[in-house]
């Protein structure tokens, strides 16, 4: 089984401070994606990656960056946190013979006061 | 641009009764794929069934299947003899020529003993 791992399920962080992020897939997908979801909006896209240290904006990547150094870690990095960064981040992969299908890690629920 | 759209942001369905999510969506490419995914308060993503556009027939995995009609541009999620455990958040959700999905907002269902 594909094994999607984020490094935090919850985090509190304060405004100002730069956060990290890890996601580790373990099945040598080549395509990582990283998302928040807030309720009534969905998921929306911040960063993706096609391959190491290959990074794409999505849709919202203001005040974020993101890091993949190594195939199977995407990175999300918040700069300097705020508090409408408060949000549930999702990280997921997808591998080169089904593009579509979407391998999802366990959510990391970030908290900026 | 493409959108999906769930008009159900929460829905209430007795056990052992079938339920229908609702999803519309809207794009200009010929080519697409349509997903839904479910979403328990435990937070991770789960895959439940995918629908190409070329596809004749509607997709169907075990409980679930997807009313795909293409000239309404529409793509419903049947369960059919809901259960307690089918309690979750549910999204649709479409590809782009990119492979990157396009999300709706989410339908709460609630399945009631």
């Known amino acids: 089984d594909v094994k999607v791992t984020q490094s935090s399920r919850y985090l509190v962080k304060r405004t100002g401070e730069k956060v990290f992020l890890e996601c580790v897939q373990d099945?040598?997908?080549?395509?990582m994606f990283w998302y928040r979801q807030d309720p009534g909006l969905g998921l929306r896209l911040i960063y993706f990656?096609?391959?190491?240290?290959?990074?794409e904006k999505g849709d919202i990547p203001e005040g974020y960056s993101v890091s993949r150094e190594k195939k199977e870690r995407f990175s999300l990095i918040l700069e300097s946190a705020s508090t409408n960064q408060t949000s549930m981040y999702l990280c997921?992969?997808?591998?080169?013979?089904?593009?579509?299908?979407?391998?999802f890690g366990p959510g990391t629920r970030l908290t900026v006061t | 641009a493409q959108k999906i759209t769930q008009t159900q942001p929460g829905m209430f369905v007795q056990e052992k009764e079938a339920v229908t999510l609702d999803c519309t969506y809207d794009?200009?490419?010929?080519?697409?794929?349509l997903f839904w995914y479910k979403q328990p308060s435990s937070g991770e993503m789960i895959f439940l069934i995918y629908?190409?556009?070329?596809d004749q027939q509607n997709a169907t995995e075990g409980r679930y299947s997807l009313n795909f009609q293409k000239a309404r541009k529409s793509a419903n999620l049947v369960i059919s003899a809901s259960q307690l455990g089918d309690s979750a958040m549910y999204f649709c959700?479409?590809?782009?020529?990119?492979?990157?999905?396009?999300w709706g907002a989410g339908t709460k269902l609630i399945i009631k003993p």
């Open positions: 997921a992969s997808t591998p080169p013979s089904s593009p579509y299908e979407q391998y």
């Open positions: 959700a479409m590809s782009d020529s990119n492979y990157q999905l396009i």
């Open positions: 794009t200009s490419d010929p080519s697409y794929g």
């Open positions: 629908q190409g556009s070329y």
């Open positions: 990656s096609y391959d190491v240290k290959m990074k």
């Open positions: 099945m040598d997908h080549e395509n």
